[in-house]
């Protein structure tokens, strides 16, 4: 699907979405929880639709009703062979794979080959010391062994997703365990959204020190009303036209949230004021965006953005691709991307490259030069009503 944007002024009040990363976190809780929870708000985005297929294959029971989910749990201990989907949501393979090390039965994880060629260092070390299996086939991501209470050593410069799925695994066994992180740790505010999570659900986890996570035995995890907070990832496309000129106002936001991601308003600021260096090593999901933004503001360099390879589409090198479009050079390091300025109306169309992250931030540029997108509906993954929100702030887009 193509968008065709043309350049005009926006207008008026939008209401963040509800958070796809505590969502995430939030429905595991509740399917671990003995009883049945509700979760709300939720958006049906595809990546949390992954999730909830991923739960359901694990035995939990998942009903909708309007914005809310019902939540029966589960014991993936006691689960048998099978098959976990996770369409494209790398969030849903590592947070579920060691869920599905807890019952010694052999699990596939499928998925889209993008997300099957995915980093997962963390767990094949883990598993190839523990003596699991953990084998990359045709079908999926094949695992099996049983997790045991002990020791982990894991890096941290990875992701943090493989942490939040070793802390959801290790709390439902009876003895203690402890993670030691390998420094330097990246996605901080990510790893701290989970053990906000992990408390709120009655299993909290220690952590006596920055590199050292402790999780007590023989918890059980808590059913109950679960709130899920305002994205500030994705609200962070208004807040760029915000700053970019547009007279909006966004709703619905955490000013306390945990959320990394909450550093938009700060670097938008940055870069508007010129000359920026902004540091995404703990908000990877802004590099697009931010680069974006720059690119209307004359410029501005980008630091800690080794990892942006591994995202839905190798994240820096997609920009730099379009940015070219608009007359925009682009320099990509090894963890670190400069963007020039001297943004003009692009004479080609504009690639998605499958990447919600990329359509939306070629969406703001639009609205100041005008353009056409094609794959537009990559927004589902995360932001199925960005294009809907677009229109009801004034945004002229046709389909």
Not at 206 to 211: A, G
Not at 314 to 333: H, N, P, S, W, Y
Not at 385 to 399: E, N
Request: hydrophobic fraction near 40%.
């Amino acid at each position: 699907m193509r968008a065709v944007i043309k350049p005009g002024a926006l207008r008026g009040v939008t209401a963040a979405p509800p958070s796809k990363s505590m969502a995430h976190r939030m429905l595991i809780c509740a399917a671990l929880a003995e009883g049945e929870s509700l979760v709300q708000p939720i958006e049906l985005s595809e990546d949390i639709l992954a999730t909830m297929d991923g739960l359901r294959a694990l035995g939990a029971g998942i009903v909708q009703e309007g914005d809310e989910l019902r939540v029966t749990g589960c014991r993936p201990a006691e689960a048998e062979s099978g098959v976990i989907p996770c369409r494209e949501s790398g969030s849903t393979l590592r947070f579920l794979l060691p869920l599905c090390l807890l019952s010694g039965k052999e699990m596939t994880l499928t998925g889209s080959e993008r997300l099957l060629s995915r980093p997962l260092d963390v767990y094949e070390t883990l598993c190839a010391e523990r003596g699991f299996s953990l084998e990359r086939t045709a079908e999926g991501i094949r695992v099996r062994g049983k997790l045991t209470p002990g020791e982990y050593t894991v890096r941290g410069d990875l992701s943090s997703q493989f942490l939040t799925g070793l802390l959801y695994a290790l709390s439902l066994l009876d003895g203690e365990s402890e993670i030691r992180i390998l420094p330097p740790i990246e996605s901080e505010p990510y790893l701290e959204m989970t053990l906000e999570a992990l408390a709120e659900a009655g299993v909290p986890a220690k952590r006596p020190e920055k590199e050292r996570l402790v999780i007590p035995g023989g918890q059980r995890f808590r059913a109950g009303q679960k709130t899920v907070e305002g994205d500030w990832s994705n609200a962070a496309f208004f807040e760029a036209l915000r700053q970019a000129g547009n007279d909006l106002r966004i709703t619905g936001l955490r000013e306390d949230s945990l959320q990394g991601d909450k550093v938009c308003r700060e670097y938008f600021r940055r870069i508007r004021e010129g000359g920026a260096c902004v540091d995404v090593t703990d908000c990877p999901d802004l590099a697009p965006v931010l680069m974006a933004f720059a690119a209307m503001c004359g410029g501005a360099r980008l630091e800690g953005t080794r990892r942006l390879r591994f995202k839905e589409s190798d994240r820096g090198q997609a920009m730099a691709e379009e940015l070219a479009k608009f007359g925009v050079a682009v320099t990509i390091g090894e963890n670190a991307i400069e963007v020039g300025g001297g943004l003009k109306a692009p004479m080609e169309i504009l690639q998605g490259h499958n990447d919600h992250r990329i359509v939306m931030s070629l969406a703001v540029l639009c609205t100041r030069t005008g353009g056409t997108v094609d794959g537009a509906e990559a927004v589902r993954k995360s932001f199925p009503g960005f294009w809907d929100a677009m229109r009801m702030l004034g945004a002229r887009v046709s389909f």
